[in-house]
């Protein structure tokens, strides 16, 4: 009897058991504000911006993971979310260089950076053919199963990892090339 009890609760108690996760929370270049994502549950998210006295803003909506980087404008309005780890593209591009058109892989098509404003309007998008356009370049890119990684100082690559310049720039190195600079 006991048994069936204890059961019948720890099923009831198992939805408020999970847990929140929060991304990692990113300081905007003037100091004034932060913007993180934090997952509910599955499917359940919301991003918030904030100051130290608390939320500015914040919507509901599953904009990328916590394993995602989001850094914040110096108005508060904006942010960009880097993805390190990407799930592959299905879409393959063809791109015309000069006479000569070449076929760009479909992981190269996939969107890596994003711009959102305080609504989570998606303003701009850049994918790692963006950064990444030589054959040498791409061949850098750690390819998994399912994945890629692009992002130097990120999950094992070595590099400097992605930053917020003094002068509001999101500025970072993809494997292989050269420092990239994305403005609010």
Known sequence: MHRGLLSLL???????????RVSKTRVSANGMYSVRLVE?????????????SGPV?????????????????????RFWMLRPLVEKGRRSAVEKRGKKKVRIPAWA???VAALYDRNGQKLRG???????????????????????????????IPG???RLTDDEK???????????????
């Not at 803003?57 to 309005?77: H, K, M, P």
């Open 109 to 111: 098509n996939a969107e």
């Open 57 to 77: 803003w914040q919507f509901a909506g599953c904009i990328g993971t916590v394993d995602d980087l989001y850094f914040a404008s110096n108005d508060g309005e």
């Open 10 to 20: 720890l099923l009831l108690a198992l939805p408020g058991l999970a847990q929140e």
């Open 170 to 184: 999101v500025e970072f190195e993809a494997v292989g090339a050269k420092t990239y600079r994305l403005s609010f």
């Open 126 to 156: 850049r994918r790692l053919q963006d950064f990444l356009r030589l054959t040498r370049e791409l061949g850098e890119v750690r390819q998994m199963k399912g994945h890629f990684k692009w992002l130097e100082g990120t999950l094992g």
């Open 40 to 52: 509910e549950g599955p499917g359940k998210c919301r991003v918030e911006m904030l100051k130290e």
């Open 160 to 162: 400097k990892g992605p």
